[in-house]
C-alpha cells in the first residue's frame, strides 16, 4: 500500500486548506486511516482518525478546526483545516491500518505517507 498526501503548501493565517491522501496498491481491506503532522523539533501528534468501526477520533485541542472525511470509491482520506494558525505549521502525514493477503490468510500491517508541508504564515 502507498499512500500519497498532497494539498500542502503556503497558507495565510486564517485561512483554509484540504488536504487530500490516495490509496494505491494491493490490500484485503483497509482497518483506519488518519492524519498526524509533526512540526520541526517536536514529535509527531494525531490529528484525526477512524477506525474499523468507524468510530472518528480527534485531537482535543484541533477538532474545532480541523474535520476528516473519506470517499471510498475514491480510496481517498481527506483533513479540511479553517482558521490555521502559525502553530498549525508541520509536515502533514496519512496513515493507514490494512489487512493485506488473501483471504483468511490475512496479515496487519501499518503505513505512513511521506506527508505533505503545510506552512502557515502570520
Known amino acids: 500500500v502507498q499512500l500519497q498526501a498532497c494539498g500542502g503548501g503556503l497558507v495565510q493565517s486564517g485561512g483554509s486548506r484540504r488536504l487530500s491522501c490516495v490509496v494505491t496498491?494491493?490490500?484485503?481491506?483497509?482497518?483506519?486511516m488518519g492524519w498526524y503532522r509533526q512540526a520541526r523539533g517536536k514529535q509527531r501528534e494525531l490529528i484525526a482518525k477512524?477506525?474499523?468501526?468507524?468510530?472518528?477520533t480527534y485531537s482535543d485541542s484541533l477538532k474545532s478546526r480541523f474535520t476528516i472525511s473519506r470517499d471510498n470509491a475514491k480510496n481517498t482520506l481527506y483533513l479540511q483545516m479553517n482558521n490555521l494558525k502559525s502553530e498549525d505549521t508541520a509536515m502533514y502525514y496519512c496513515?493507514?491500518?490494512?489487512?493485506?493477503?488473501?483471504?483468511?490468510?490475512?496479515?496487519?500491517?501499518?503505513?505512513w505517507g511521506l506527508g505533505t508541508q503545510v506552512t502557515v504564515s502570520s
Open positions: 477512524f477506525d474499523s468501526g468507524d468510530k472518528f
Open positions: 496498491g494491493t490490500y484485503f481491506t483497509i482497518k483506519g
Open positions: 496513515n493507514a491500518d490494512y489487512d493485506y493477503g488473501l483471504k483468511g490468510l490475512e496479515v496487519p500491517r501499518n503505513s
